[in-house]
């Protein structure tokens, strides 16, 4: 699945819905507010906050074909400016920003320190920001060979997550740079095997496996077997936080 089609899936899936409808109500975007989205991707929530009224919506993205894409999606839209840049260095300028974004990108930065330093210098003292991070060593499926789940998981974690539990430290990073942080754990439910599949990569990851040495074929084929037969569960644990500048 190409990357584009993969953030728009998960986008449009019930549980992404739900915690990104609950950041929005948490940015409380007025009129007159600048909003910055952070690893904007193809603009699958640029529209969502020119909405809000604010009175200019800045994407910023590091992959030049999601700010093509991105910009083409939000070219009709003269309130919204997509530009290519690095979340560890945003090209805004200091104290610009009222709302700021941050939906699954941690996982894909080096350094998520440093996009922390750099929101708290471009939020303005009375701002917010807001942050998603999955944490990838929670996935948990049920039916299906526990050691099998637990070998594809830390494949995952160790192959094709760049920092797969910066979830969990959402919290302490942001504190560190000098946000008050109200941080809250939610656990989404998939009960449907394809959708938990586009989702979480449970086929595509297994084949990695398998295709590394570090699973064998006939464990990796019984364990997707055992998941498309019947009664499905997965989920995984998704840290959210709402982010504002300390006083101290």
Request: proline content about 5%.
């Amino acid at each position: 699945m190409d990357a584009i089609r993969y953030m728009d899936t998960v986008a449009q899936h019930g549980s992404a819905r739900a915690y990104k409808s609950r950041l929005l109500a948490a940015l409380d975007v007025r009129r007159r507010h600048t909003v910055l989205d952070v690893g904007c991707g193809p603009g699958t929530d640029l529209l969502d906050l020119a909405e809000t009224g604010a009175e200019w919506v800045i994407g910023v993205d590091a992959d030049p074909l999601m700010v093509a894409e991105a910009r083409r999606r939000t070219e009709e839209y003269p309130a919204v400016a997509v530009h290519l840049g690095d979340a560890r260095a945003l090209p805004v300028a200091d104290a610009m920003i009222d709302r700021a974004r941050v939906d699954r990108v941690l996982h894909y930065v080096a350094d998520p320190e440093a996009v922390f330093a750099e929101l708290r210098r471009v939020v303005r003292a009375d701002g917010i920001v807001v942050v998603a991070q999955p944490d990838w060593d929670t996935i948990t499926v049920d039916p299906g060979d526990v050691r099998v789940n637990r070998a594809v998981r830390e494949f995952v974690c160790d192959h094709v997550v760049r920092d797969a539990t910066v979830g969990r430290r959402v919290a302490r990073l942001a504190e560190a740079a000098g946000f008050d942080v109200e941080p809250q754990v939610t656990t989404p439910v998939i009960r449907d095997f394809p959708a938990a599949d586009e989702v979480l990569g449970l086929s595509r990851n297994a084949e990695r496996a398998v295709r590394a040495g570090q699973l064998a074929g006939d464990r990796a084929a019984e364990w997707l077997r055992e998941l498309r037969s019947g009664p499905f569960l997965a989920t995984f644990m998704l840290f959210t936080a709402v982010l504002r500048p300390g006083t101290r």
